[in-house]
T-cell receptor
Framework: AQSVTQPDIHITVSEGASLELRCNYS??????LFWYVQSPGQGLQLLLK??????LVQGIKGFEAEFKRSQSSFNLRKPSVHWSDAAEYFC????????????FGQGTTLQVKP | EAGVAQSPRYKIIEKRQSVAFWCNPI?????LYWYQQILGQGPKLLIQ????????DSQLPKDRFSAERLKGVDSTLKIQPAKLEDSAVYLC????????????FGDGTRLSIL
């Protein structure tokens, strides 16, 4: 069955430190992968997406993610975290190229210490 | 461009009552999605429209939930009668027609069932 697992429910990092959020997916075909961010009381905003090609993708707000097929992973990284990055982060896999249907992970809450 | 608009932002009702949510997608977006996001979980797709036709409603509890998208623009999602487990944030998203176009989300409606 298609699924997305985000192993870390909650992560705390110090401002200025590097960040890596983990995402593992289960999908039989070539995956289409996404990372979204959700601030409290708001909808989801797309950070970046991977469809094909270069396995290292750049997104908005200084985020990047690397697709590793052998590990079924699509981890999100940022070299230096800012206090404004505190939010909930969702990894998602597109399970149909026809409909655009997404399956989301359960999310990782990021807390940033001053 | 104006984003996805949803109303109301908050709704409190008693169980067995009915409730309706409204969504206005980004102008020109052919595809509209309704998601349910229970606290601590990622969004789960309830129903997807392409113009005014239903593409996927496999996870919509059809005995109590209904949705329509008249004229292929605005959409409403209704719950009747509501149950305690329906307490959640209901997110609307829209996307342009085409291969895995990014989904743009509204800020959601937070529903509390007493």
């Amino acid at each position: 069955a298609q699924s997305v697992t985000q192993p870390d429910i909650h992560i705390t990092v110090s401002e200025g430190a590097s960040l890596e959020l983990r995402c593992n997916y289960s999908y039989g075909a070539t995956p289409y992968l996404f990372w979204y961010v959700q601030s409290p009381g708001q909808g989801l905003q797309l950070l970046l997406k991977y469809f094909s090609g270069d396995t290292l993708v750049q997104g908005i707000k200084g985020f990047e993610a690397e697709f590793k097929r052998s590990q079924s992973s699509f981890n999100l990284r940022k070299p230096s975290v800012h206090w404004s990055d505190a939010a909930e982060y969702f990894c998602a896999v597109g399970v149909s190229s026809n409909t655009g249907k997404l399956i989301f992970g359960q999310g990782t809450t990021l807390q940033v210490k001053p | 461009e104006a984003g996805v608009a949803q109303s109301p932002r908050y709704k409190i009702i008693e169980k067995r009552q009915s409730v309706a949510f409204w969504c206005n997608p980004i102008s020109g977006h052919a595809t509209l999605y309704w998601y349910q996001q229970i606290l601590g979980q990622g969004p789960k797709l309830l129903i997807q429209f392409q113009n005014n036709g239903v593409v996927d409603d496999s996870q919509l509890p059809k005995d109590r939930f209904s949705a329509e998208r008249l004229k292929g623009v605005d959409s409403t999602l209704k719950i009747q009668p509501a149950k305690l487990e329906d307490s959640a944030v209901y997110l609307c998203a829209s996307s342009a027609r085409g291969f895995n176009q990014p989904q743009h989300f509204g800020d959601g409606t937070r529903l509390s069932i007493l």
